[in-house]
């Protein structure tokens, strides 16, 4: 018989979580653990995935531990990776969600703006990505999932930096997902649409927001917290084992039109 719905079991994984502390970053990581990986959880603020780690942990059963580190930083990258690995004896799974977005009209945003949004979303990918790889390589069940965004494949006006850093997400994926095959190490991407997090709630209920939402997307609304899990979990587990290179929208048809 085939193995069917016990290919998406991740009982003795470890997933590593940039952003993991809220957001998408922490719903991915409470999915991962309800499949039965134990989760890192990295934040700038360590008190905060502290705390989520130890929701997940009481929640879930499984381990799980929270780290500070700013992506940014390729030391605190390092020592972060190694950090887990240390506390929980290996590293399979990498998930690069830590993530900013500064909007406006490009003639309203300074070069010192633009560059910062680039420098998370892209170079702390980068770093993580090449931090992790040794102990993925080792596993033997590396995979790397990438956020990128509905907005790595559409324009929107007012979004030049997201979405150039979204962009280079989709494309620095695909790059590693041919460099990283002959290692059998997984590389995918998510490109979320507009999901009801911290970033978006200072638009969510504006009436331009509403307005947006309803004519963007098939679906006409935004998206729940726990809509990301499944993509997660799948890309995450051994059901995965011939997927790489991909990019897949979850943002209720917006890049459909």
Known sequence: MLPGIQLFNLTGRVALVTGGSKGLGLAMAAGLASAGADVVLVSRHGDEAGAAAADIAKQ???RAIGLAADVTNPAQVEAVVAAAKRELSRLDILVNSAGINIRGPIGELTPEQFQQVMTVNVTGTWLACRAALPHLRESGHGRIINLASALG???LANRTPYTSSKGAVVQMTRALALELAPQSIMVNAICPGPFLTEMNLPIANTEEGQKFIVGATALK????????QGIAIYLASPAASYTTGG????DGGWSAQ
């Open 247 to 250: 990019i897949f929208a979850v």
């Open 221 to 228: 609304r935004w998206a729940k917290l726990e809509e990301i």
């Open 60 to 62: 879930f059963g499984r």
């Open 153 to 155: 494949l559409v324009g």
